[in-house]
């Protein structure tokens, strides 16, 4: 029988409710109004092991404005990987600067530092260091690079690299709240930071110039109205409690999906970064080697998944292929994985055990067919 995967986000609970209910009997909705989204933002920080956080619309805008508070602007590069959601590039685009693609390592498809050391020049200002599918980046040999390292963290809430949490790994981190995320208010992110006066530049952008101590009217410097509300964050505070749960139950999950697939020729995990001492996994990444299912491509694997009630995701097109990015080297890791990778999403490991197992139960179903 095809497994009821569950939802995502899980159903809201009662603490949720209070709280939003708080916040709406308030009549304070507003950030500038309301405590909520402060109290929030400081647990967060502390969560990620950093001193100061800044909640923000939504993680591509978390992005931006760390970006912008390390100086990047008009002229400047960043380097990204070029396996990554697209907002990592247009968030520097956002703040005006040229997102350069370098590739992937093959084993593990994270950034690859080497290919990131060939490609700095003059112009470029910072590395973003995305921390894929739950595992941190190898963010200390991005950082021996000597450059800022922003850590894009948008899908690893609660992860931990060598026993130090996603978001105090670099100089500024940002994390995502949209709604597919390990936490999510439909929308939102954040900016976490341990550097006083980063967190400073942020809170000013981010409140359309003003300073944490200065006038409602006093706008010493450019900023935007980029504030989440306090519904959002009522929204979000429970869910801390309720995180080290969520990831425990996907662990397993991705164990019992591991073992599963022990049996069925190319379809295997993607490694862990070594390193990693706490992966959220919010996807558990396969290679999909069509060789030993018929010659068949990726999309015709999809589908066929599909109908077996399976129902995997493409995953991301590598950002070298974009005309808005600059590839100055060839990123071919990142395009075979284009060609070659799916993922189960985080609810779907989620179900654990035999829920779980039955994506290779399904694999098999259609490898058989495919090689008939």
């Not at 941190?136 to 690079?145: I, K, N, V």
């Not at 130090?164 to 995502?176: E, I, T, Y």
Request: net charge neutral.
């Amino acid at each position: 029988m095809t497994p009821q995967w569950p939802s995502w986000p899980p159903p809201p609970t009662d603490e949720q409710r209070r709280a939003l209910l708080r916040v709406l009997d308030s009549g304070r909705w507003g950030a500038t109004s309301g405590t909520a989204t402060e109290e929030f933002a400081a647990a967060f920080a502390r969560r990620a092991g950093a001193a100061h956080g800044v909640c923000t619309v939504n993680g591509t805008v978390a992005l931006f404005l760390a970006l912008r508070a390390l100086g990047v602007g008009p002229g400047d590069e960043v380097i990204v990987p070029a396996y990554t959601f697209v907002a990592s590039a247009t968030a520097v685009v956002l703040a005006g600067a040229v997102p350069v693609a370098a590739d992937v390592t093959k084993e593990t498809l994270h950034l690859d530092p080497v290919a990131v050391r060939a490609l700095i020049g003059p112009r470029t200002k910072a590395v973003m260091a995305v921390h894929l599918a739950g595992a941190p980046a190898d963010t200390e040999a991005l950082r021996a690079l000597g450059l800022p390292v922003v850590e894009d963290a948008a899908q690893a809430h609660g992860a931990a690299r060598h026993g130090r949490p996603a978001g105090s790994l670099g100089d500024v981190a940002c994390f995502s709240f949209q709604s597919g995320k390990a936490m999510t208010a439909g929308e939102g992110g954040i900016v976490v930071t341990g550097d006083r006066a980063l967190y400073e530049r942020v809170w000013a952008l981010h409140n359309v110039g003003r300073r944490p101590q200065g006038g409602w009217y006093d706008h010493p410097e450019m900023g935007w109205n980029l504030r989440m509300t306090e519904f959002q964050a009522a929204l979000l505070h429970p869910q801390l409690t309720l995180l080290d749960g969520w990831i425990d139950r996907r662990t397993r999950g991705a164990a019992a999906l591991a073992e599963a697939l022990g049996d069925v020729p190319g379809l295997d995990l993607v490694p862990v970064l070594s390193g990693t001492t706490r992966h959220t996994w919010h996807l558990a990444m396969l290679r999909y080697d069509s060789g030993a299912f018929g010659g068949r491509p990726k999309a015709e694997f999809l589908a066929a998944m599909a109908a077996e009630g399976v129902p995997l995701d493409a995953g991301y097109r590598s950002l070298s292929r974009l005309p808005y990015v600059t590839s100055p080297a060839p990123c071919p890791v990142a395009e075979a994985a284009e060609d070659s990778v799916v993922w189960v999403r985080q609810s779907m490991l989620m179900a654990e055990g035999a829920a779980v197992a039955y994506v290779a139960r399904a694999s098999r179903v259609v490898r058989r067919r495919f090689r008939r």
